[in-house]
């Protein structure tokens, strides 16, 4: 079963505006905290969402 895209950018878009202080550029700090403030239990899923999570943290805001 594939993972969709969408699902991964949505869940972590989410997660980052409901707890902006919490995420870092850190993989696997981020990887705790999704499993703690989620309920996916797919380990291939919760890992997804925390590199996109640690991605978007990492790269360079950009001026709106």
Known sequence: MAIKPAYVKKTGTLLMD?????????????????DELTNIE????RNRI???V????????QPA
Not at 22 to 31: T, Y
């Open 54 to 61: 640690t991605r978007k943290q990492r790269s360079p805001q």
């Open 18 to 34: 409901r707890y902006p202080k919490a995420f870092g550029d850190d993989f696997e700090h981020n990887k705790e905290l999704v």
């Open 42 to 45: 797919s380990k291939s899923v």
């Open 50 to 52: 925390a590199g996109y």
